[in-house]
């Protein structure tokens, strides 16, 4: 029986469809980038959605707080405790500017250092993915507003002839490279924004390592996707990759994304 979204859930999933409405809007444009503080890129998409998330998880519960990226780039973070959203409206700007249809709206809902609910969608591929802690994991294509069906997600065991190892398609770099080489692998693809989790979650792929710099946001929506779905997140230390490090700035340690 395929798994079918709690209600919490589907209303993760109605407002990244809703965001993801927006974006495509705006995609079909010709719209402009501007630069963060940071040097990244942000567009009028990545604030669009933003705010009709933010708007929506208001509603769904206001109590919660909210750490979103482009209010987190502002300076504009919430204290947190034992039970907040991590919202990436517009991952993968760079493959959104590109056009090459490789980004997603991530919303998650962490629990006490556990991403335990997630919803990751690609609007420009119609693709959806949702996990949940008890509840497993199911992924479906968006027709209009709605998904025509979920079909359960588990990640496969590693196959006996090498990994599919799936990277960013951004941000290679050398500690990449030098895992590699530790590595039977079988194949290697390119992937942007947080499908790379969901790629592993759907058994196209085995391994995701990241040594370079990540935001809780980039990975947390994509993290409950791949725990719902048995697999699991590591740093390169050894711990699981957990949530609320807010004396990092919340940002990653390198972690690897396994089956």
Same mark, same amino acid.
């Given at each position: 029986?395929?798994?079918?979204?709690?209600?919490?859930?589907?209303?993760?999933?109605?407002?990244?469809?809703?965001?993801?409405?927006?974006?495509?809007?705006?995609?079909?444009?010709?719209?402009?980038?501007?630069?963060?503080?940071?040097?990244?890129?942000?567009?009028?998409?990545d604030e669009a959605a933003e705010r009709i998330i933010?708007?929506?998880?208001?509603?769904?519960?206001?109590?919660?707080?909210?750490?979103?990226?482009?209010?987190?780039?502002?300076?504009?973070?919430?204290?947190?405790?034992?039970?907040?959203?991590?919202?990436?409206?517009?991952?993968?700007?760079?493959?959104?500017?590109?056009?090459?249809?490789?980004?997603?709206?991530?919303?998650?809902?962490?629990?006490?250092?556990?991403?335990?609910?997630?919803?990751?969608?690609?609007?420009?591929?119609?693709?959806?993915?949702? /996990?949940?802690?008890?509840?497993? =994991? $199911?992924? #479906? &294509? @968006?027709?209009?507003?709605?998904?025509?069906?979920?079909?359960?997600?588990?990640?496969?065991?590693?196959?006996?002839?090498?990994?599919?190892?799936?990277?960013?398609?951004?941000?290679?770099?050398?500690?990449?490279?030098?895992?590699?080489?530790?590595?039977?692998?079988?194949?290697?693809?390119?992937?942007?924004?947080?499908?790379?989790?969901?790629?592993?979650?759907?058994?196209?792929?085995?391994?995701?390592?990241?040594?370079?710099?990540?935001?809780?946001?980039?990975?947390?929506? /994509?993290?409950?996707?791949?725990? =719902? $779905?048995? #697999? &699991? @997140?590591?740093?390169?230390?050894?711990?699981?990759?957990?949530?609320?490090?807010?004396?990092?700035?919340?940002?990653?340690?390198?972690?690897?994304?396994?089956?």
């Amino acid at each position: 029986m395929n798994p079918v979204p709690s209600s919490l859930l589907q209303s993760l999933v109605d407002l990244s469809i809703r965001a993801g409405t927006e974006i495509m809007a705006i995609y079909a444009t010709d719209f402009s980038a501007k630069e963060k503080g940071d040097l990244t890129p942000v567009t009028e998409a990545d604030e669009a959605a933003e705010r009709i998330i933010l708007t929506g998880l208001s509603k769904i519960d206001g109590s919660v707080p909210v750490i979103s990226e482009e209010a987190a780039s502002a300076g504009r973070i919430p204290d947190v405790s034992t039970k907040f959203f991590l919202v990436d409206p517009l991952d993968g700007t760079k493959e959104f500017i590109s056009k090459n249809g490789e980004f997603t709206v991530n919303i998650a809902l962490v629990e006490h250092g556990v991403p335990v609910a997630g919803v990751v969608y690609a609007p420009a591929l119609k693709r959806i993915f949702w /996990g949940e802690k008890g509840m497993g =994991a $199911a992924h #479906g &294509k @968006v027709d209009g507003d709605t998904v025509s069906a979920w079909h359960r997600l588990a990640v496969r065991p590693l196959p006996a002839d090498g990994a599919t190892v799936v990277a960013s398609r951004s941000h290679r770099d050398q500690a990449t490279e030098d895992f590699l080489k530790t590595v039977k692998v079988k194949s290697l693809c390119s992937a942007g924004s947080s499908l790379k989790f969901c790629l592993i979650a759907a058994a196209e792929a085995d391994l995701y390592p990241r040594f370079g710099r990540t935001m809780e946001w980039d990975t947390a929506a /994509g993290h409950a996707v791949l725990l =719902a $779905a048995g #697999g &699991k @997140v590591v740093t390169v230390e050894g711990p699981v990759l957990s949530y609320g490090k807010r004396a990092r700035g919340y940002d990653n340690p390198g972690f690897i994304a396994s089956a």
